[in-house]
């Protein structure tokens, strides 16, 4: 796993797992367009990214490509959400959603079903 990821540099992944393979001239274009970064504040995050482990990087033409997957991402930030404000138990976090009141009832027969499936394993 690579260091934590900061929100900027999570939308330069979100860009290359959609994407696949992008020249950072492209991840430029796009992030200009989607959020007015400037060419330089992309570059700069990109080698965030790169120095994280996060991107590699080939040349010529400066190519990206996402050198971890969404899920690793999304375990590792659920993990130390859960460590961060639930002091590790993933139960408190699970009951703070549901007494919120704003999960659907479609969401919570699929955490039934989540867990029925795990008890079966």
Do not use: H
């Not at 996060?54 to 930030?77: H, M, W, Y």
């Not at 959603?97 to 867990?115: A, C, D, F, T, Y």
């Amino acid at each position: 796993m690579t260091e934590k990821l900061f929100s900027s540099e999570i939308r330069v992944m979100e860009l290359l797992w959609k994407n696949g393979e992008m020249t950072a001239k492209e991840l430029a274009a796009a992030l200009g367009e989607s959020i007015g970064w400037s060419k330089t504040t992309t570059y700069t995050v990109i080698k965030k990214c790169i120095d994280k482990g996060a991107v590699l990087r080939t040349d010529p033409g400066f190519v990206c490509k996402a050198a971890v997957s969404k899920n690793e991402i999304q375990e590792s930030e659920a993990f130390e959400l859960i460590d961060r404000l639930f002091g590790g138990s993933p139960d408190l976090l699970v009951s703070a959603l549901i007494g919120s009141g704003k999960i659907s009832p479609e969401q919570l027969k699929n955490l039934r079903e989540m867990v029925k499936n795990m008890e079966e394993e």
